[in-house]
């Protein structure tokens, strides 16, 4: 009866051992088959590492001026009998703006010109009578000065006269009005505003380590949210001779064209200095780097062959790189990448190093140096 029972053990044993062989198996088999299984191949877009020309660019936020911009006031105190300007009309040089009252103005020239006439007829009796040798020169001397002082009493009044008649100093768009008919006005009383805006100024100051880059007539370009899609150009005309003591800036000026008149005086702009040099930088598409706080790294495209089979397949190789500029949708990058290799410029967030990759490249996007979305 031992004897059957231990035989029984024995072949329990032996059930369970050869059981355990199988499974043994059957999981090292499992882990040589996952070990040799590599992970689907990720689908990406790529671009070619390409030497561009950058132009160079200095830019700054800088604010318009007019050429020429005046407040036009009241030279001497006056009621305003007639206004003869509608505000926001465009005006030419020496047109009537305000007439302020001058109806005692016109009495004294009235009472001038007889004073002239008269003193001009007594001094031309008195020229004949000294030829005569009627009168002494002294008398003659005494007429030429009554007809000179009456000439400058009405040339007084008429100035008088042309002060309250208020005309346009030059060509230009007026502002809103802010005087009335029949209002009295003071010495210096603002009337309405005048702006000549084409061509039109813009000021911008730039850093002091700029100025052996900037000159006279250097081009420049200039947007403003309130004309979208459009570039102003225009040319430096003036550098301040002086740095700000408190900034380290230099003032600079420069002129634009502004013949629709979209551009007025108080606004703010973006401005690029556009230098003669050009640049040839190394420039890959923005998309295909990954940034991270530990460094920036693109994923460069190598061929990798299979040492057993031969075939030959794509992967993502990490690389880490030092950017430079952005410009439009490429950035500049100054190490880590040569020209002629691709990298991934679509896709880069799924890759991991020695990652198997398929190329497609029939909706990748165009990549541009000035793009104009259509959401600018």
Same mark, same amino acid.
Request: hydrophobic share 45%; charged share 20%; net charge neutral.
């Given at each position: 009866?031992?004897?059957?029972?231990?035989?029984?053990?024995?072949?329990?044993?032996?059930?369970?051992?050869?059981?355990?062989?199988?499974?043994?198996?059957?999981?090292?088999?499992?882990?040589?088959?996952?070990?040799?299984?590599?992970?689907?191949?990720?689908?990406?877009?790529?671009?070619?590492?390409?030497?561009?020309?950058?132009?160079?660019?200095?830019?700054?936020?800088? +604010?318009? @001026?007019?050429? $020429?911009?005046?407040?036009?006031? *009241?030279? !001497?105190?006056?009621?305003? %009998?007639? #206004?003869?300007?509608?505000?926001?009309?465009?005006?030419?040089?020496?047109?009537?703006?305000?007439?302020?009252?001058? +109806?005692? @103005?016109?009495? $004294?020239?009235?009472?001038?010109? *007889?004073? !002239?006439?008269?003193?001009? %007829?007594? #001094?031309?009796?008195?020229?004949?009578?000294?030829?005569?040798?009627?009168?002494?020169?002294?008398?003659?001397?005494?007429?030429?000065?009554?007809?000179?002082?009456?000439?400058?009493?009405?040339?007084?009044?008429?100035?008088?006269?042309?002060?309250?008649?208020?005309?346009?100093?030059?060509?230009?768009?007026?502002?809103?009005?802010?005087?009335?008919?029949?209002?009295?006005?003071?010495?210096?009383?603002?009337?309405?505003?005048?702006?000549?805006?084409?061509?039109?100024?813009?000021?911008?100051?730039?850093?002091?380590?700029?100025?052996?880059?900037?000159?006279?007539?250097?081009?420049?370009?200039?947007?403003?949210?309130?004309?979208?899609?459009?570039?102003?150009?225009?040319?430096?005309?003036?550098?301040?001779?002086?740095?700000?003591?408190?900034?380290?800036?230099?003032?600079?000026?420069?002129?634009?064209?502004?013949?629709?008149?979209?551009?007025?005086?108080?606004?703010?702009?973006?401005?690029?200095?556009?230098?003669?040099?050009?640049?040839?930088?190394?420039?890959?598409?923005?998309?295909?780097?990954?940034?991270?706080?530990?460094?920036?790294?693109?994923?460069?495209?190598?061929?990798?062959?299979?040492?057993?089979?031969?075939?030959?397949?794509?992967?993502?190789?990490?690389?880490?790189?030092?950017?430079?500029?952005?410009?439009?949708?490429?950035?500049?990058?100054?190490?880590?990448?040569?020209?002629?290799?691709?990298?991934?410029?679509?896709?880069?967030?799924?890759?991991?190093?020695?990652?198997?990759?398929?190329?497609?490249?029939?909706?990748?996007?165009?990549?541009?140096?000035?793009?104009?979305?259509?959401?600018?």
């Amino acid at each position: 009866m031992k004897k059957s029972y231990f035989i029984a053990v024995l072949g329990l044993l032996g059930i369970v051992g050869i059981l355990g062989g199988i499974k043994a198996l059957q999981i090292n088999a499992l882990i040589e088959s996952g070990a040799s299984m590599l992970p689907p191949p990720s689908t990406v877009s790529s671009s070619v590492v390409e030497s561009q020309a950058w132009e160079v660019t200095l830019s700054a936020v800088g +604010s318009l @001026e007019a050429v $020429q911009g005046v407040m036009v006031s *009241a030279e !001497v105190p006056g009621r305003v %009998s007639s #206004l003869h300007f509608t505000p926001g009309s465009d005006v030419k040089r020496g047109d009537l703006l305000v007439q302020q009252d001058i +109806s005692a @103005e016109l009495a $004294q020239l009235r009472a001038a010109e *007889a004073n !002239v006439a008269l003193a001009k %007829s007594d #001094l031309k009796r008195m020229s004949e009578l000294v030829a005569k040798k009627v009168i002494p020169i002294s008398q003659f001397d005494s007429a030429e000065a009554r007809f000179k002082e009456a000439f400058a009493q009405q040339d007084i009044v008429k100035s008088t006269i042309d002060k309250k008649t208020i005309r346009a100093p030059f060509d230009g768009r007026l502002g809103l009005r802010l005087i009335n008919l029949g209002q009295d006005l003071g010495s210096g009383e603002h009337i309405v505003s005048l702006q000549a805006n084409d061509p039109v100024f813009v000021n911008f100051n730039l850093p002091q380590r700029q100025l052996p880059n900037l000159k006279v007539d250097m081009a420049v370009r200039v947007a403003s949210d309130a004309v979208p899609g459009h570039i102003f150009t225009g040319k430096i005309t003036a550098i301040s001779p002086e740095v700000n003591a408190s900034t380290r800036n230099v003032l600079v000026q420069a002129t634009l064209e502004n013949k629709e008149l979209n551009l007025l005086p108080g606004m703010f702009v973006s401005v690029a200095v556009v230098s003669p040099d050009i640049d040839q930088v190394l420039a890959i598409p923005n998309t295909a780097v990954a940034y991270a706080t530990f460094g920036d790294s693109v994923f460069v495209v190598t061929e990798q062959q299979d040492p057993k089979t031969g075939e030959k397949t794509l992967v993502a190789s990490q690389q880490f790189v030092q950017l430079g500029r952005a410009k439009g949708d490429f950035v500049e990058v100054k190490a880590g990448v040569k020209v002629g290799e691709t990298v991934v410029s679509a896709g880069v967030f799924k890759l991991q190093n020695g990652a198997p990759i398929l190329i497609n490249n029939d909706t990748r996007p165009e990549f541009k140096l000035n793009p104009t979305p259509d959401n600018t």
